[in-house]
């Protein structure tokens, strides 16, 4: 029995170093989500101090909003393949659907910083004009969609899907209040992946024998 007992103990022992080996691995090579974040924003038509001479009109003439888009890819040994950027600006409470602009995807090797600038967001809306050429210190909504897939070394990763999100204050002058920028976060929800769950169950497997 003893002997038969201490093999069993050396069998799990043994499969439970394979699992924190494993475990190790995993998340050595596991690469971590790019950092989104908007640097830059600007409406022009919300812009008080170039339009003191001039007569307002809904909606104004110009009803563009620019912004300048970070991505920043932390990871030191994966690059990142994104999709196109699907942006879309929302405005008030209700997150009401302003303007939208699409960027092509493009690749980002490790450890490198790029930015997407675009000026080509039309706002469109009587209504939402009335209401936002009236308030005080309006707040916009940047929405983010996209895919990512990670090269580690000379492979792909199946493409991983990234919503995002983050307000941005507007100024007198029409421009972003924040200095920092605005990072745009994800709503996700945070599970543990299935080796840690593996790796969990052995280690109590263990401590009842």
Known sequence: MSLCGGCCRWCIAFNFSLGLTALFLWLSLRPS????????????????????????????????????????NNNKQEGVYYDALNITIYYGQNRTSI???SIPGFYQGFQK?????EEAVKADGESFWRVVLK????VFRVGLETKVR??????????HGLKLGGEVRVDEQGRKEEKKGVKLGSCAH?????PILLILVIFLFVLIL
Do not use: C, M
Not at 135 to 138: A, F, K, Y
Not at 150 to 157: F, R, V
């Open 135 to 138: 308030d005080s210190g309006p």
């Open 99 to 101: 303007g939208n602009v």
């Open 33 to 72: 989500e790019p950092t989104l974040s908007i640097e830059n924003f600007y409406v022009p038509a919300l812009n008080k101090t170039a339009s003191v001479n001039q007569t307002p009109t809904i909606p104004p003439q110009n009803t563009t909003i620019a912004f300048d888009l970070k991505l920043k």
């Open 190 to 194: 945070v599970s543990y992946p299935a």
């Open 113 to 117: 910083t790029a930015h997407r600038n």
């Open 150 to 159: 990670y090269k580690i070394y000379y492979q792909k990763t199946k493409r």
